[in-house]
């Protein structure tokens, strides 16, 4: 007997009347895998429950923030007492300093400035690139999501074309005829528009570890490739670490490669674990270039409510708890659920790939690239959409709510402990076989 949605069911109806797609963001909305999305009435741990009284295993974990799992105590504590204090007031406060510097001392950046979401954070950073070079030019790569930023928003022109054009309805082409978009991974490609181009860019931005077309990590030296190719042309190396950073590792990606091989990025955009489950989010970088930010220098930026005291009360005391134990334990959840998801999905022969880095880590419906691996987004495009929803849905039936997405990261928590862990190893062999039904079905 499949599990009851009705309470769901009828909140999504009512949703739909005065929402588009009855969500505020649309992969919420199960088009991906068909069916009637989860409304969650509460979550504890590792586990949420919706308003049907489903209890599920999380691998979301809100896309990223969650890493410490779902109401925690000490964070749950800290934002009470915040707020009881107030909650806003448009004035400088402690614990944006506070959190400011947990985060330059756990990152490359000399000086940060917060923003309320990673799609502020990366539109600020681009801004002040190009204020500080003086140049228009960005380069992106297809398949990194940077938040909906219109020039970010941007597509690889067909056939020859050189400039973007627009993703979405919506971006005019003078938004995106300024932006470059590459191949991930691929040097060539890079080393060509710097060739043609490179005293026009203002920056290049990447996703640090590329997290929104499944996580397809960069090729080892890729980053630092990266860095200094827009040292050499005077561009700025923007990483996004909105997801990654706080998450793959103590200090996000650039702890497992720019640290070892000694690069720092110009600027760096943050977001998700930052905020504790809140909306904060970040910029930082260089302190000469964060210098050319108002009120310091001249280039543009301000919000309402960035900085809030309770999202970063929220921010600050979830990095604090995020201490190597933390990491340790994350590790150790992921290696076990990509192990046992790779031998169930082998076992009944679905084509699938795992990719990782750090604590972060997807499965890719399809078999691997002509090298072995997914390594840009045409490899990820690839994915087998309709075995991933049958993939999906037999999980969710057993109790584990994965991301309603093929192209999405899977995120574990510190307070995922053996019970969930085990409900989710209990799922997957009659998961993996829905998934082979489906793509048999697909290829008949
Ligand atoms: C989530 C995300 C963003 C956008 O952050 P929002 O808070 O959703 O605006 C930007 N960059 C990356 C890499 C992300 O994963």
């Known amino acids: 007997m499949p599990r009851e949605t009705r309470e769901s069911a009828a909140l999504f109806e009512r949703a739909r009347a005065v929402t588009p797609g009855g969500v505020n963001s649309p992969v919420r909305a199960f088009n991906a895998v ?54 806003s007031y448009g004035t400088p406060t402690r614990p944006e300093v506070e959190l400011a ?27 002040l690139a190009r204020g500080f070079t003086g140049r228009d030019l960005v380069v992106k790569f297809a398949g990194c999501y940077h938040g909906h930023v219109d020039a970010l928003l941007a597509s690889a022109g067909s056939g020859l074309a050189t400039f973007a054009v627009p993703g979405t309805p919506g971006v005019p082409a003078s938004s995106t005829e300024l932006t470059l978009v ?28 590329p997290g929104n077309m499944g996580v397809v ?26 997801m990654t950073g706080f998450r793959v590792s103590r200090e996000g990606q650039w702890g497992l490669d720019g640290k070892t091989e000694g690069w720092r990025p110009d600027l760096v955009t943050f ?33 309402t409510l960035s900085g809030n005291p309770i999202a970063t009360t929220a921010g600050l005391t979830t990095l604090r708890l995020a201490t190597d134990a933390v990491y340790a334990h994350l590790h150790h959840v992921a290696d076990t659920i990509k192990a046992a998801t790779s031998e169930a999905l082998g ?8 990719q990782a880095t750090g604590t972060m880590f997807s499965v890719f419906f399809t078999d691997a690239g002509p090298d072995g691996a997914v390594r840009d987004f045409d490899d990820a ?33 510190a307070a995922h402990d053996d019970r969930a862990v085990q409900t989710v190893l209990d799922a997957l062999p009659a998961a993996a076989r829905a998934a082979a039904a489906a793509a048999q ?3 008949a």
């Open 34 to 87: 068909g069916g009637t999305p989860r409304f969650i009435a509460s979550a504890r741990g590792a586990w949420l429950t919706d308003v049907d009284g489903h209890e599920y295993v999380d691998l979301i974990c809100s896309w990223g923030p969650m890493l410490l799992g779902h109401a925690h105590p000490e964070v749950e504590a800290a934002v009470r007492e915040a707020i009881a204090r107030g909650t």
């Open 101 to 127: 510097e947990e985060i330059v001392a756990r990152t490359p950046v000399e000086r940060v400035r917060f923003v309320s979401s990673g799609t502020e954070a990366t539109m600020s950073a681009i801004r």
């Open 182 to 209: 590459l191949p991930y991974n691929d040097r060539a490609a890079v080393e060509k528009v710097f060739a043609e181009h490179g005293d026009r860019i203002a920056c290049l931005v990447t996703e640090a570890s």
């Open 217 to 242: 990590p960069p090729e080892p030296g890729f980053n630092r490739f990266l860095a200094e190719t827009c040292r050499q042309h005077g561009a700025l190396f923007v990483s996004d670490e909105v």
């Open 271 to 303: 977001g998700k674990v930052m905020g504790g489950g809140f909306p904060a989010a970040a910029f930082g970088g260089r302190a000469d270039v964060m210098h050319q930010l108002a009120p310091e220098g001249p280039v543009y930026q301000a919000g």
């Open 347 to 354: 076992a009944a022969g679905v084509p699938h790939v795992v």
């Open 381 to 413: 495009q690839r994915t087998d959409s309709a075995a991933y929803a049958a993939f999906f849905h037999a999980m969710l039936e057993a109790g584990v709510h994965l991301p309603p997405s093929a192209y999405e990261a899977w995120f574990v928590s």
């Open 441 to 443: 079905e697909g290829t």
